[in-house]
């Protein structure tokens, strides 16, 4: 039986190299794939505290189901496609217009 | 028994009607209409002041009828209410009556204006306004109607408008009365804070009942502000500068406002209030003084003017001292008689000289005027008569009237024989320049037309332009005015006349029927010390105030008045009929003083630099550019730049880089989440 907290620690790895790789990189698909790295570190969260409560349901009132953190995942995913979809999207009309995908130089708002 | 209403709230709110109906829709009637309405709702409010009258004297005085509340606040209440006693009976009349007279002299008299419309509508909207100030019961009625009358005089100075120096007229005459109406307004702080309420039935029941120790100071104060109010509205030293420069007006405005009514509002409140000023003899000294110095002040100025209507309008604040003389020797009925005798018989004069400017295309310069005698024999006659009143000969109305007051300054026991005999004197000073203007008017010959030499310019606003567009008309030569301005004036001429014997003395046989007619309205000296809970031994043995008056000692002082009259006369004869150079001479020979007096002893060029510079210098440089510009915008535009700034500032942090918001973003998750853990372990 694997504790909680590793796959808790394992989600924050994962999250902080989301972020780290957000933060640093300049290729805006790699920060793409930094972000669904950080959704899908939330998810293992969701998903570990999901069975946790699922073994100590005594513990908690019968009221919550303890499926409802599996089915959360779900919905992420869900959000997650449409939102790669979308980007994806914009990704493309940037390369397009600009001919380039560093994220720097994608700066036309800037004052 | 109920007494039975009169509705008095229609008197006010007849002329209001004609204003409005003029004033909204007049621009689309013609003449005739306009003159209609003003003219229907000025009788029909003429009428049914005569109607209310005659029902009142039958009714228990004074009446109150209360219409509404008008402002309710705590312990406070104003209300809508009209009061008709005596005093207020007079009033109404004279307004009514004169002010109807003049409403149709001036449709003779506008005929050919612009604006027709417009003047009716200011003129009816005087009336209302007078109306409510006379009628009100309590102060902050008549408060309003005090300012509405202000108004309409602003607006009717300042009628024609594009004449720079009608629009300066009123704006003095609004500004120079606003000081004045500032001492009323404090007055009446005064009055609510110490007796609760402004209704004058409740005010004058309360000051009756102060103790005299108490109430003396109080009561001297609230007097002195009431009293420095009416200086303004009356036009008395120190604040009479604006109504001579009202004569910018057309003509018939300065005969009904600013000579028979409006001016008059101030002795009307005085005597309203004859309950306060008995009680405080300081104030009425004062009173007395003012009065005094005024009457003798203007009546110089007026012998050295030469523009018909400022003649007249230095005569008629020379009057108003009079009637603020009479106040106060508190012979507050003598005063109101000479109100109503002045109202007649300087209307009379005001409409006279302008069907002598009408007759003459305009020309208001009397050193132009002459010989007019035959040429507008009825003007002449009509003048002649409101001369003589004025004058103060028998048995016109001015001789009663200004008879009374002298007889009440030399006798009554607030009176002193130096204020009679400046009373007297002024009376000659009257009958002289009053004389004078008959002369030069109506006798020699006519000098239309003619250069008047370098060396007798008068000051400025005397310029020779026509102040009306009779010129517009294209009469010929001299012409009499038409009957729809003659015939007020002789019914005016006729109360120049009659109007005096309301008031025959007793020593000529008579029985002063005005002065016992108005006493339940005044309250006398004698009465307030008599009223006073706490009667001090010297008020208890004050003489009571029906002595017995020596006959002897009245034909004297009758005598002396007709005499100095006379003289005035005589010495107008001699200037300006039998030797015409003479004058010239005179003045040539006092050259300094006739200057003087030539410039109205420079009085407003003293206010000039005494309040009007440092005033503006104050408000320029204190004001305007460190309050204003300074402090005010210094802040909003201070304001303005830091939030200029602080944007400024900010703005770096909107780099455009979306990693460096993302890191931001980052660091304030990274921050909730120490906060959180660190709420965990402090537990």
């Given at each position: 039986m694997v504790p909680l907290s590793w796959y808790l620690i394992l989600s924050a790895v994962l999250f902080c190299l989301g972020v780290f790789g957000f933060l640093l990189?300049?290729?805006?698909?790699?920060?793409?794939?930094?972000?669904?790295?950080?959704?899908?570190?939330?998810?293992?969260t969701f998903v570990a505290f999901a069975n946790y409560w699922n073994e100590h349901a005594t513990l908690v009132s019968d009221k919550i189901i303890p499926l409802s953190g599996q089915v959360f995942v779900f919905f992420v995913m869900v959000v997650a496609a449409a939102e790669a979809a979308v980007g994806l999207a914009i990704i493309i009309a940037v390369f397009r217009t600009r001919e380039t995908l560093n994220v720097d130089r994608v700066n036309l708002l800037k004052l | 028994m109920t007494e039975p209403s009169l509705n008095l709230w229609v008197i006010p709110l007849l002329p209001l009607a004609g204003a409005a109906i003029n004033g909204l829709f007049g621009r689309r009637f013609k003449n005739a209409m306009v003159s209609f309405v003003a003219l229907f709702f000025t009788a029909a409010s003429f009428g049914w002041a005569v109607w209310a009258v005659m029902q009142g004297l039958h009714l228990s005085l004074p009446h109150v009828e209360t219409v509404g509340t008008w402002i309710s606040a705590g312990n406070f209440s104003a209300p809508f209410g009209f009061y008709l006693d005596q005093l207020s009976m007079v009033m109404v009349l004279v307004v009514t009556g004169v002010g109807f007279l003049i409403h149709i002299y001036s449709v003779g008299y506008m005929a050919h204006e612009g604006g027709y419309y417009r003047f009716f509508a200011y003129l009816n909207l005087f009336m209302f306004f007078m109306l409510t100030l006379v009628l009100a019961n309590n102060y902050l009625l008549m408060f309003v109607g005090w300012e509405g009358v202000g108004l309409a005089s602003y607006l009717l100075i300042g009628f024609f408008f594009l004449k720079d120096s009608a629009a300066d007229a009123g704006k003095k005459a609004f500004i120079v009365n606003r000081i004045g109406d500032f001492a009323f307004l404090i007055g009446m702080f005064l009055i609510i804070q110490h007796f609760g309420s402004l209704n004058y039935a409740v005010v004058f029941d309360k000051v009756g009942h102060l103790g005299s120790e108490a109430g003396w100071g109080l009561l001297t104060a609230i007097a002195l502000c009431l009293m420095f109010g009416a200086t303004g509205k009356s036009a008395q030293v120190p604040l009479y500068v604006w109504l001579p420069d009202a004569m910018e007006g057309p003509t018939p405005v300065s005969a009904l406002i600013h000579a028979?009514?409006?001016?008059?509002?101030?002795?009307?409140?005085?005597?309203?209030?004859?309950?306060?000023?008995?009680?405080?003899?300081?104030?009425l000294e004062i009173v007395a003084i003012i009065g005094c110095l005024t009457a003798i002040f203007a009546a110089t100025i007026g012998m050295a003017q030469t523009d018909i209507k400022r003649v007249l309008a230095y005569s008629t604040v020379s009057q108003l001292g009079y009637m603020f003389l009479a106040c106060g020797v508190a012979a507050y009925s003598a005063g109101i008689f000479h109100l109503m005798t002045h109202a007649f018989f300087k209307a009379l004069l005001f409409l006279g000289a302008g069907s002598v400017i009408h007759a003459l295309g305009g020309e208001q310069d009397?050193?132009?005027?002459?010989?007019?005698r035959k040429q507008i024999p009825k003007t002449f006659w009509v003048m002649t008569v409101a001369t003589f009143a004025i004058a103060g000969f028998p048995p016109l109305a001015g001789f009663f009237s200004k008879d009374e007051i002298l007889g009440q300054v030399?006798?009554?026991p607030h009176g002193s024989h130096v204020l009679w005999a400046i009373g007297v004197l002024t009376a000659g000073i009257t009958s002289f320049y009053m004389f004078r203007l008959w002369f030069m008017t109506f006798f020699g010959e006519l000098k239309l037309g003619k250069d008047l030499g370098e060396a007798h310019a008068a000051p400025v606003q005397h310029g020779s332009a026509p102040s009306h567009g009779h010129d517009d008309h294209g009469h010929g030569g001299v012409h009499e005015s038409p009957w729809v301005m003659i015939a007020p004036l002789m019914v005016l001429a006729l109360g120049s006349i009659v109007a005096g014997w309301a008031g025959v003395p007793a020593f000529m046989g008579g029985s002063n029927r005005f002065e016992k007619f108005l006493a339940p309205a005044i309250t006398s000296t004698a009465q307030a010390a008599l009223t006073a809970t706490e009667r001090t031994s010297e008020a208890a043995g004050q003489p009571a105030e029906e002595q017995q008056e020596n006959p002897n000692q009245g034909w004297l002082l009758a005598g002396t008045s007709v005499g100095v009259a006379l003289v005035g006369f005589f010495f107008a004869w001699l200037l300006y009929?039998?030797?015409p150079e003479l004058p010239d001479r005179i003045t040539a020979k006092i050259h300094g003083t006739y200057l003087m007096v030539l410039h109205k002893y420079y009085v407003d060029e003293g206010y000039g630099l005494l309040f009007v510079k440092p005033l503006l210098a104050l408000s320029t440089v204190v004001f305007w550019r460190g309050v204003d510009q300074g402090v005010i915008d210094g802040l909003v535009n201070g304001a303005g730049q830091a939030s200029q700034g602080i944007g400024n500032e900010l703005r770096r942090m909107q780099?455009?880089?979306?990693?460096?918001?993302?890191?931001?973003?980052?660091?304030?998750?990274?921050?909730?989440?120490?906060?959180?853990?660190?709420l965990g372990v402090r537990k």
């Open positions: 990189k300049r290729n805006i698909i790699t920060i793409f794939m930094s972000i669904e790295l950080m959704l899908n570190a939330v998810n293992l | 028979a009514t409006m001016v008059t509002a101030g002795i009307y409140m005085i005597a309203r209030s004859s309950s306060i000023f008995s009680r405080a003899p300081h104030a009397m050193r132009r005027m002459g010989g007019l030399f006798s009554s009929y039998k030797q780099s455009g880089n979306i990693r460096s918001y993302a890191a931001w973003v980052a660091a304030g998750g990274a921050a909730v989440l120490a906060y959180m853990i660190w």
